[in-house]
């Protein structure tokens, strides 16, 4: 069973950096593409970026307004997905889901972890 | 950018009865090998997100067959046959051509 569980969310202050960590489980992580994709209280979803596995190359691609500030990382020896996240604005308060990504989607989502920017 | 939008924002249904939601892109969705990535996901009360339907019909494992989806181009469709009380959510498309974008979402509640 695919099981995905982020971890590292809590109160920052505007300005201030965090990082995401996800622990998958129940795949070959190596082999999949993954993505961040977070939603504020009571709004919709909205994609944050991705990484590619890296026989395809690694890449990481972000969503166009959150690009320099984020940053996507794995380590498949942890089978571990991270998200950097820097200069945060309040705007960035949101639930933070770790996902795989298949045929042009998210198949498998985590928990997600709360991220509250607040001073 | 792609813009998805659906429709309605809300949807009152009663139990046994069938239900439709519309989702538009602003472009096509068809990709250069052929496929049309557009994805339906439904996010129970208090839940994460659960992916429904991928590249427009193919129903994820364990989804009921209640479940189905539609559509082609620009114009797509997800119609639950008999909506039960276990449907209540907000259920939202989702395109994979041209990077990945959401649409506004779509809340089934009971009448």
């Known amino acids: 069973e695919v099981q995905l569980v982020e971890s590292g969310g809590g109160l920052v202050k505007p300005g201030g950096s965090l990082r995401l960590s996800c622990a998958a489980s129940?795949?070959?992580?190596?082999?999949?593409?993954m993505s961040w994709v977070r939603q504020a209280p009571g709004r919709g979803l909205e994609w944050v970026g991705r990484i590619q596995r890296k026989t395809d190359g690694g890449t990481t691609d972000y969503a166009a307004p959150l690009k320099g500030r984020f940053s996507i990382s794995r380590d498949d020896s942890k089978n571990t997905l991270y998200l950097q996240m820097n200069s945060l604005k309040t705007e960035d308060t949101a639930v933070y889901y770790c996902?795989?990504?298949?045929?042009?989607?998210?198949?498998?989502w985590g928990q997600g972890t709360l991220v509250t920017v607040s001073s | 950018d792609v813009v998805m939008t659906q429709s309605p924002l809300s949807l009152p249904v009663t139990l046994g009865q069938p239900a439709s939601i519309s989702c538009k892109s602003s472009q096509s969705l068809v990709y250069s090998d052929g496929n049309t990535y557009l994805s339906w996901f439904q996010q129970r009360p208090g839940q994460s997100p659960r992916r429904l339907i991928y590249k427009v019909s193919n129903r994820e494992s364990g989804v009921p067959d209640r479940f189905s989806g539609s559509g082609s181009g620009t114009d797509f469709t997800l119609k639950i046959s008999r909506v039960e009380a276990e449907d209540v959510g907000v259920y939202y498309c989702m395109q994979g051509t041209h990077w990945l974008t959401f649409g506004g979402g779509t809340k089934v509640e009971i009448k």
């Open positions: 996902t795989t990504e298949r045929d042009g989607g998210f198949d498998s």
């Open positions: 129940g795949f070959t992580f190596s082999n999949a593409w």
